[in-house]
């Protein structure tokens, strides 16, 4: 019962924070930015919250740590994926993007978070 407990808490969060940012990123210029915002950091603001709350801070340290290792990856995965897909297509261009992200990621979870 106490993980369902946990998992409801999360899922209302998050689609709080969603809310809360894609009303922000509804707000700036260009609107190119609204899918970074309207995602990726409202559920994982809720996530570390949420963890945090119920396993203490040295869970939630690992969690944060992890998500900065992802997001070096999606910084890399971007990159390869502005290339890429121009001069591979659509198809090849997305799997070496795809290569491009487990690349760092992998190594900074090899090297610092193992």
Request: hydrophobic share 60%; aromatic share 10%.
């Given at each position: 019962?106490?993980?369902?407990?946990?998992?409801?808490?999360?899922?209302?969060?998050?689609?709080?924070?969603?809310?809360?940012?894609?009303?922000?990123?509804?707000?700036?210029?260009?609107?190119?930015?609204?899918?970074?915002?309207?995602?990726a950091?409202?559920?994982?603001?809720?996530?570390?919250?949420?963890?945090?709350?119920?396993?203490?801070?040295?869970?939630d340290?690992?969690?944060?740590?992890?998500?900065?290792?992802?997001?070096?990856?999606?910084?890399?995965?971007?990159?390869?994926?502005?290339?890429?897909?121009?001069?591979?297509g659509?198809?090849?261009g997305?799997?070496?993007?795809?290569?491009?992200w487990?690349?760092?990621?992998?190594?900074?979870?090899?090297?610092?978070?193992?």
């Amino acid at each position: 019962m106490k993980d369902f407990l946990l998992l409801a808490v999360r899922v209302l969060a998050g689609g709080c924070l969603v809310v809360a940012f894609a009303m922000l990123s509804d707000m700036l210029k260009p609107k190119m930015f609204s899918g970074l915002f309207g995602g990726a950091p409202s559920v994982a603001t809720a996530s570390l919250l949420v963890s945090g709350l119920a396993m203490g801070p040295a869970k939630d340290e690992k969690y944060g740590t992890g998500m900065i290792a992802g997001a070096i990856g999606l910084v890399a995965y971007s990159l390869a994926a502005a290339l890429a897909v121009k001069h591979l297509g659509a198809v090849a261009g997305s799997i070496v993007a795809w290569i491009a992200w487990v690349v760092p990621a992998a190594a900074l979870y090899w090297f610092f978070l193992r």
